[in-house]
């Protein structure tokens, strides 16, 4: 077990041990009560009508706009433990420290494995570090866990590209824009792979 990732096991045995007393400072990173309204919809609920408008938007910015929503919804893990682990991975890769933000993240994994942004991060920092296979294990696991993440799709279709499976990266592409269909740089992205592949066809 490496150092950082004791270090990280400790913290997360303080945090559970100081969360028993409701008067400690940690209270205060819970956050702050929902509406009445925003607790009438689950995320969920939140997300398929996110997607839905994703899907109908054929204006670029508002598209935009909307997809930000999506990834702010994914961020939150509904654990203040995870969404303060979330941050410090975010540091330590800002900090140039991937191999420190990569035992973070696997703790994060460790204690929510159906939170799909953490495997998502670590499929990114996975392709970062070259760890190619090992991100594209990480990127099916998300869409396992949320088939319309279009950020593990074109991770996806970008690394099927560059091993030069054009169909399959073409395929990942079109279910890309399926979801996000105003989408710029997936039109071209797809566009291009659809030329390439014509060419090599004559």
Known sequence: MSA???????????????AVFPGNPLWAAEPAPQTETA????PKQRLDSLFADLKKERDEAKARQVADRIRLEWQDSGSA?????????DKA????????????????????PNYVEGWNRRATLHYQMG????????????????????????????MLSAAGKDELAMRAWQQFLDI??????????LGELAEKLAGSRT
């Open 39 to 42: 607790n009438l919809t689950t």
């Open 180 to 189: 996000y269909p105003s989408d710029r740089k997936a039109q071209e992205q």
């Open 4 to 18: 950082m990732r004791i270090f990280v096991t400790s913290i997360l045995a303080c945090l559970a041990a100081l």
């Open 93 to 112: 890769i800002a900090d140039d420290k991937k191999p420190v933000a990569l035992d973070i993240l696997d703790q994060v994994i460790a204690l929510a």
């Open 81 to 89: 433990t995870v969404n303060l682990l979330m941050q410090w991975a």
């Open 131 to 158: 760890n190619y296979r090992k991100s594209m294990s990480d990127i099916n696991r998300v869409l396992a866990i949320e088939p319309r993440h279009f950020g593990a799709l074109a991770g996806m279709a970008t």
